[in-house]
């Protein structure tokens, strides 16, 4: 069974540092390349970059919770719970629907896991 994880591209577990503008302020973001990969995917689904998908969730994250703990941390969990929805058949797998079109209130209280 762990030969399908420890036989992975070690590329994907590769942890890189980017520098990310918010608001003005400069911050450093580490994380492995896969997640990377599917932050990139997420963005392109709604026609944004990066760096401004990451600043949208920052901001949502900040308005609807009112402080941030560890960011890295959400960010992977979002790359997670997107890949999870998606195998689940709750979004879409066509990467040319925009997420932004879904609507969330069916997807909020979905378990990651039972």
């Known amino acids: 069974m762990c030969e399908i994880f420890v036989k992975a591209d070690p590329g994907l577990y590769e942890s890189k540092a980017r520098s990310i503008r918010l608001h003005g302020v400069v911050t450093s973001i580490r994380l492995e390349k896969l997640f990377w990969h ?46 999870s929805l998606m195998v689940d058949g709750d979004i879409s797998s066509d990467k040319q629907m925009p997420l932004a079109s879904l609507t969330s209130s069916r997807l909020i209280n979905i378990p990651l896991m039972s």
């Open 38 to 83: 599917t932050l990139q995917e997420i963005a392109e689904r709604d026609g944004l970059s990066t760096n401004q998908l990451i600043t949208k969730l920052y901001d949502e994250l900040n308005q609807y919770r009112g402080h941030i703990d560890n960011f890295s941390s959400f960010l992977r969990v979002c790359c997670l719970r997107y890949t």
